[in-house]
């Protein structure tokens, strides 16, 4: 098994709130990955690392920021959360395969 | 066009029956294969990788072809537990593009 973790599994958050979604993998992976992924539907990569103090957005725009200030740290930040923020957040990390936590699945009222 | 392409499907197919799923790539410097599975309301979890040789395990065997720039998954004899979402991915510039395909959907139905 993997050693990637998110928490929380499940967040519901009024609007406006400010929320940050965690992602620790202990591999030792240079490169992470934030992914948002809606049911049924393909996966969007939102933002990526390749180290510490490296952060790049990714093919979908994302009101979300994301910091690597250590390697096996990657959280990723909604400041004011809105309903369309509502969706599956996944975390991958990866040497050349990439290893998924459970994501979380985000749920603004 | 997308840099890697799948047929979403679905594929529906009875127990026991052979299926083969197809992914195109258009970045001809790509450096790895990998097959992907994602479960309803799951992560992606690895499948197997893609050898140049092609490579077989158990039941599923992958195949390359660089020439036409796809990646194949074979599946025999279907079980209703393979029912899922198939991800193909490729990689280049050493691992640092990492690009997922949309998935392929397969039912296998009883």
């Known amino acids: 098994e993997a050693d990637i973790y998110q928490t929380p599994r499940y967040l519901v958050i009024g609007t406006g709130k400010k929320i940050t979604l965690e992602c620790s993998q202990t591999m030792g992976h240079d490169k992470m990955y934030w992914y948002q992924q809606d049911p049924g539907m393909e996966l969007h990569l939102i933002h990526y690392s390749y180290g510490v103090n490296s952060t790049e957005k990714g093919d979908l725009s994302s009101e979300s920021t994301v910091s690597r200030i250590r390697t096996e740290h990657f959280p990723l930040t909604l400041e004011s959360a809105r309903p369309s923020h509502t969706s599956q957040y996944l975390c991958?990390?990866?040497?050349?395969?990439?290893?998924f936590g459970q994501g979380t699945r985000l749920t603004v009222v | 066009r997308k840099e890697v392409e799948q047929d979403p499907g679905p594929f529906n197919v009875p127990e026991g029956a052979t299926v083969a799923f197809n992914c195109t790539y258009s970045n001809s410097a790509s450096q790895s294969f990998f097959w992907y599975r994602q479960d309803c309301r799951k992560e992606p979890k690895l499948l197997m990788s893609?050898?140049?040789s092609g490579n077989e395990d158990g039941r599923f065997t992958a195949q390359l072809n660089r020439a036409s720039q796809y990646i194949s998954l074979l599946i025999r004899d279907s079980k209703l537990s393979d029912s899922a979402t198939y991800l193909c991915?490729?990689?280049?510039?050493?691992?640092?593009?990492?690009?997922f395909g949309a998935g392929t959907r397969l039912f296998v139905k009883a």
């Open positions: 991915v490729v990689n280049w510039e050493g691992g640092f593009k990492t690009i």
């Open positions: 893609v050898y140049s």
């Open positions: 991958a990390s990866s040497d050349t395969r990439a290893f």
